[in-house]
């Protein structure tokens, strides 16, 4: 079993920034591909940003050139770092894995994080 601890999650105005962490139990982070997702009031669930265990990184074109997503493995933690905020940028953010494991990866999710832009 994978726990996927999420923090940072805040009000901000736009234009502002903010980081969050997600930490993760289990021995071995660094095999994992990590993501953040969000979802806003009446929306599906969107993926904002995913790193693989190799550091390779995607993200949605709505977030390009703003967020940056990094992967620490020696703390078993992931960060999404959030500049330029915009209000359309308010949703509760989660912190997703494909956990490695035999015979296929398995899928965990954390409890979300709110972040809210808004003057």
């Known amino acids: 079993q994978v726990q996927l601890v999420e923090s940072g999650g805040d009000l901000v105005q736009p234009g502002g920034s903010l980081r969050l962490s997600c930490a993760a139990s289990g021995s071995i982070f660094r095999l994992a591909a990590m993501g953040w997702y969000r979802q806003a009031p009446g929306k599906q669930r969107e993926l904002v940003a995913n790193?693989?265990?190799?550091?390779?990184?995607t993200y949605a074109d709505s977030v390009k050139g703003r967020f940056t997503i990094s992967k620490h493995n020696a703390k078993n933690t992931v960060y999404l770092q959030m500049n330029s905020l915009k209000p359309e940028d308010t949703a509760v953010y989660y912190c997703h894995t494909d956990w490695p494991a035999t015979p296929g990866p398995i899928d965990y999710w954390g409890q979300g994080t709110q972040v809210t832009v808004s003057s």
């Open positions: 790193i693989t265990s190799r550091g390779t990184t």
